[in-house]
């Protein structure tokens, strides 16, 4: 490691720390204004909080932790009674904690919110660049030297402190967003320049996954500055989340018009179905029928089209956002990915199930779209939709796609839960012009491309054979052809009545008779 | 049914069991001393590397083998009794010794380093690198170590060296020859290998032979060449080749002379015992190639071919075109057909080199008909089946160069460079005005 290097991680770890130390910041006070804006809580509500919430005003709490957790009470309050008295349709389901904690934040963390943001996130951002630059000096070429003796790449300690990390992140961010209304207000001025409106937790989320993408995008641009292929790939994820996935649907709110990621798509997007944005999209004119006719047309045509042509690589690892994540900052543990074949067999199980789950999930939601009844037999078109974004949407691609980096692999969401991902991959195990292909009898089945695959391919039991790797999971992020130590695997589009999906029965480089058949 | 008893666990045995497996019902019995499971042998760096961990270098799940009823003994044998097909073996971590009888023997037993009986060769602290034990000593004696000599100047030194480098140990690397491996090298690939090997921060000391290695205590302190010149060291590394392990057959039957004497069809002097790998020595080995040939893949195609010949019908051991691949740091080197590092009268060579002297080529030709015989790559890959046609028919080295793009096997957006080949040849041949076919990749269009 280098002075700067060191340094660098210093710097990184400081920014860290004090990221954390800004949710202490400030304190919270709630007052009469607060409580009665209308624009925080809906006016029916307001009466009904008013006289549980009375008893917080005027105090002064020292943690948006305790004011969260106080407010929440208040309002949880009000339902107990309701449920008490069997009054459920009173029942509130509104988050007000979030909202109100963010408007009751008084404090450091107002007042210098750019100097907290620097401290924190800008000295992480300079720190995490100053550790990665120096790995230029370093020759050109495969770089995985230690990631099987360092704690943080090889499930030790600080993987699983990392993974602890990122679970409780997205447990908070999805149902105790109070707790993080600092980190929230960190990014309010960026969010004002934007969209015009202040920061939500997705508005954090949304900026936060874009700078891992982006920086880490960088140090995949210099690990893989002998490949191309790599490279380039990089520069398209990072490219689609910073524009697609973060910029344009800003500035669309900015304009007034709905929100909308032009390279999302259904079932991966599973609310795209859903009435109040079909309602949206149906209210906003032109561009808001482009949005549905896109929307639709993304799933019908291109991932057919695409697919065919270039394998499901063409969107899980140059487009897609979660894609961009994984092969960004989740690259430090692709090798975590359990490659055994009762792994296979679950995943198969798995991520078909889900894309079962969300085409019965949406055929309800449109069915009380257009029928207006909410009900199917005995079961409720709602409770599936809710029961689909709890379990999927929240548990499955958030705290278990993404906290399971360090433990099981970058790819855990994409490889057993993704519902486009196994729509593309029934295209490229089917009918599609891609395959990686093996070069004669060169392998020594060293096993560097099955560590490395994320996806948890055993390309190894393909490439000893000479047989093609034909898998509907392969996302064609090519690092098992850039870790191959003897030029092996190379990702080919040909005619797909080309791929060898029989081992030959005699490898190249050996002259011995083949038997024919009898 | 008959019993195959196959002696060794590498890639020659395993083949020989799998192919056996899929031709036979054979009761299949596999015996290794190193390592209860097959592993990737050519792996060993990665896992000291920390690239990998010993598991990944399986090729299968422990599964496998009870599934495909192929008993796995991890026993070390002690005595053969080839007139009565009965071997003595002890199970390990037992020491009470059982037999095993079997119908078919096959040996792939596989190779020792060599040592040339230096003084001190046997201090703590020097060692070869051949096996998984190799490994675990490599593990345990290069711990805190501040500078490693390394010995010979092979494939398995370089390996050794980039393994060193990676725990921040300066290497001194000995090689007796002018210029690294240019015994099978001819001298620009040498030397360009010889450059990188000093852009990793090896000292690469050429013309430079070992006199002995001097003790610190019961370790290796440091080493005298034989210019006199005397360097501190507490790891030696000795990689100066290996040779066939037939120590346990000097007493025996079984003829042996360099490795294991075997005949075109891998059988052995004696009955139902054939002799697969690294420990085979050929009495009439196929045209063009040695009698001792220790490379993984001529490893595995012999154990093709004894399954085939057991199962089946007899089978000749026919390896094909010549090939084989290994890297140099961060240099990928494929080798096709024969380029000895002289060029023999009656061929002609042409040697290509990118500028930033990391990507090379260089094709060997015959000098009347310009039939290509040998292919080096460097830094580029090319494709196996591609490059074998073109020397099997016997195509001029006009038709290859002209033909190059199909040979192309790097990834998709590389830098491309068939024209500059090509272009550089025309210079160099004026009685040759090549024109390079086939389509351009989009991307060389878009950026050529």
Known sequence: MTAVQKIGLTLFSMGFAIWIVTLSLGQCTLTPDILSDTTLIKKEHYELIRASAAPMLGKTYTTAFSFGNAFRGAVDEVNQKFRDQQQYDKVIYDNYAFPVTKAASVGAITEYTALWFWLSIGLAIVGALMYIFPKKRLLPGIKNDHIFHHPATSRGWLGILLGTFLILFYVVLYFYPEYIVNWVILVDPISRALNGGPASQWFLYGFLYSLCILVMGVRMIIKYRHSPYQQIRSVSVMFFQTSFAFLIPEILVRLNRPYYDFKNMWPLDYDFFFDYNLNQMLSNGTLGLFMLVWGIALFVLAVPIFTYIYGKRWYCSWVCGCGGLAETLGDPHRQLSDKSMRAWKIERYTVHGVLVFAIVMTAFVLYTYFTGQSNIGPIDSYSVRSAYGFYIGSIFSGIVGVGFYPLMGNRVWCRFGCPLAAYLGLVQRFRSRFRITTNGGQCISCGNCSTYCEMGIDVRAYAQKGQDIVRASCVGCGICSAVCPRGVLNLENADPDSRVMIAPEVMVGNDMPKIRKR | ?448
């Open chain 2, 1 to 448: 049914m008959k019993h195959v008893v196959i002696l060794g666990n590498g890639i020659s045995g395993i083949t020989a069991a799998r192919y056996i497996r899929k031709y036979s019902d054979y009761r299949i019995t596999v015996i290794s001393a190193e390592t209860e499971h097959f592993f990737s042998r050519t792996a060993l760096m990665y896992i000291y590397m920390g690239h990998m961990k010993y598991e990944h270098t399986k090729p299968y799940e422990d599964y496998f083998w009870e599934k495909n009823r192929i008993e796995l003994r991890h026993a070390w044998v002690q005595a053969f009794d080839f007139a009565n097909k009965t071997l003595t073996l002890t199970e390990q971590g037992t020491d009470v010794p059982g037999t095993l009888t079997y119908d078919i023997l096959i040996l792939g037993v596989g190779s020792v380093s060599n040592r040339f009986g230096w003084p001190g060769q046997d201090l703590e602290g020097v060692q070869g690198l051949y096996n998984y034990q190799d490994l675990e000593a490599m593990e345990a004696n290069s711990e805190g170590v501040e500078r490693a000599v390394i010995v010979g100047g092979g494939l398995i030194g370089i390996e050794m060296a980039e393994m060193l480098r990676t725990r921040d140990i300066a290497v001194t690397m000995l090689v007796r020859e002018k210029e690294f491996w240019d015994a099978v090298l001819q001298v620009e690939e040498a030397k360009m290998i010889g450059r990188h090997i000093r852009e990793h921060g090896v000292d690469l000391r050429l013309v430079t032979e070992l006199e002995e290695i001097t003790a610190q205590g019961e370790r290796v302190g440091g080493v005298v060449m034989k210019n006199g010149e005397k360097l501190d060291c507490q790891f030696v590394g000795l990689t100066v080749g290996v040779s066939p392990n037939i120590e346990q057959f000097r007493d025996t039957e079984l003829e042996t002379e360099k490795g294991i004497l075997v005949n075109r069809f891998l059988e052995t002097n004696l009955p139902d015992v054939y002799a697969i790998g690294d420990c085979v020595q050929h009495r009439e080995p196929p045209e063009g190639r040695k009698p001792v040939e220790q490379i993984w893949y001529t490893g595995r195609i012999m154990g093709e071919t004894v399954a085939r010949s057991i199962c089946q019908a007899k089978t000749q051991y026919q390896p094909g075109v010549f090939f084989n691949s290994a890297k140099f740091f961060d240099i990928e080197y494929q080798t096709y057909g024969q380029v000895p590092a002289q060029v023999p009268a009656g061929f002609q060579t042409f040697y290509w080199e990118h500028a930033e002297g990391r990507i090379a080529l260089r094709i060997n030709y015959r000098s009347g008909n310009e039939a290509v015989t040998g292919i080096n790559a460097f830094g580029m890959r090319l494709r196996h089946e591609v490059c074998e046609k073109w020397i099997k028919g016997k195509k001029s080295v006009g038709y290859m160069l002209s033909h190059l793009r199909d040979a192309h096997f790097d990834p998709e957006f590389f830098k491309r460079h068939e024209k500059a080949i090509v272009r550089a040849f025309n210079k160099t041949h004026h009685d040759h005005t090549i024109r390079l076919g086939g389509r351009p990749a989009f991307w060389e269009k878009v950026f050529g």
